[in-house]
């Protein structure tokens, strides 16, 4: 019995030790290089998802706000925020990752809080006004089979 608690002793005492970890202590400016641009890289990311909001704050080559979200049971609905600094006309799409779901543009939120909606997978509507907008996806209320999975957002506005 006695030599069964000193092992059981000795597992526990080295199994709570920390793991030490090694920094070099001598970089190459090259190194420094490659870490800097690495940064840059990260900060010009695609939009994503965090939490239940997508923030759209990099637009793509083709003056695409373009985004992966994931509805689930947790996050039922998802609320893209983007800035509006000109005036024209607002095309958004959804697609679901199966081709097919009930998912939609359960609303938009202008920046004087008043709303429109609700829209289908493809949104086209005027903006009015300059500031922050709020899009909130979610699946129709209307019908069955609520969709749970990925899909993209896309948004362009077009000046008039």
């Known amino acids: 019995m006695k030599n069964i608690s000193i092992l059981l002793l000795s597992i526990l005492f080295f199994s709570c030790q920390q793991k030490e970890t090694k920094i070099d202590s001598v970089q190459t400016s090259d190194s420094i290089a490659a870490k800097d641009t690495v940064v840059v890289k990260q900060n010009k990311e695609d939009n ?31 609320y893209v925020k983007f800035k509006n600094e000109d005036l024209g006309e607002l095309n958004g799409k959804i697609i679901p990752a ?26 086209n509507t005027n903006l009015e006004q300059k500031g922050n907008y709020i899009l909130v996806i ?23």
Request: net charge positive; hydrophobic share 30%; glycine share 12%.
């Open 48 to 78: 994503k998802q965090i939490g239940d909001t997508i923030f759209m704050n990099f637009k793509n080559e083709k003056d695409l706000y373009i985004a992966e979200g994931t509805l689930d049971s947790i996050h039922s609905r998802i």
């Open 98 to 123: 199966g081709g097919k779901g009930n998912i939609r543009f359960n609303q938009i939120i202008s920046p004087d809080k008043s709303s429109d909606g609700p829209f289908g997978m493809d949104l």
């Open 138 to 160: 979610g699946h129709s209320q209307m019908a069955d089979n609520p969709f749970y999975g990925k899909f993209t957002v896309q948004l362009e506005n077009k000046k008039k």
